[in-house]
């Protein structure tokens, strides 16, 4: 828990659906420095996260996955995947649809996959996932603060708070835990944009980055003479 709690790149990855400290921690130490990568598809093919192929002729043939590189992290990345899976943003939605066509197994590898190389850009950019659920990333980000032993951070003031504004209930949550801003709704590229709406769940991410609703106090009721 101190571990995570002390590393930044740990904290980053807990930010993605499924993840814990304990998965973000196997996934740093197996993968060690990502700049060995091309990119994230390498990064899951070292983790033995990519179907075997085998090409004769004009015939390709694709079997299981190759299962090659730390068999811990792919064990734990697959748990990470199945409680992926049914988070209602991107990551979810890409399960739902492949779900209709292939088998339930099937579809939990390949969510796996997606979460390396999601991950991967996270590292490399230094950016935490930009659809995440700010209640979820919040317990689990204070859970491991608590179990390491830290004191809660401190409330910024009005100055502070109006030196650095950040929009959106996300990149408050992410503030909050030292975290840098992930891009909201007016920085995503048109393509980012047209691939929300076709997955069904634009509604959701942009429904993350909103101010949150600052519900009016109720007065206290008039005492009434008896």
Known sequence: ??????????????????????????????LGDTSRFKDGDHAASYLGLVPVTRQSGGTCYHGPITKTGCPQTRAILIQAAQHAASHPGPIGAFFRRLRKRKSHNVAVVAVARKLVTIAFLMLKNDEPYRYAKPDTVRAKLSAVRRKAG????????????????????????????????????????????RALAAAGVAAFAHEVHAEPVKRPRARPKAKTKS
């Open 150 to 193: 830290a004191s809660a951070p401190k409330k910024a003031g009005k100055s502070a708070a109006s030196a650095e504004p950040i929009a959106g209930r996300l990149n408050a949550t992410y503030r909050r835990s030292a975290l840098p801003a992930a891009k909201n709704p007016e920085q995503w590229s048109a393509g980012e944009h």
């Open 1 to 30: 828990m101190a571990l995570a709690h002390q590393s930044h790149q740990a904290k980053l990855l807990m930010t993605l659906p499924g993840v814990a400290h304990g998965v973000a921690m196997s996934l740093l130490a197996a």
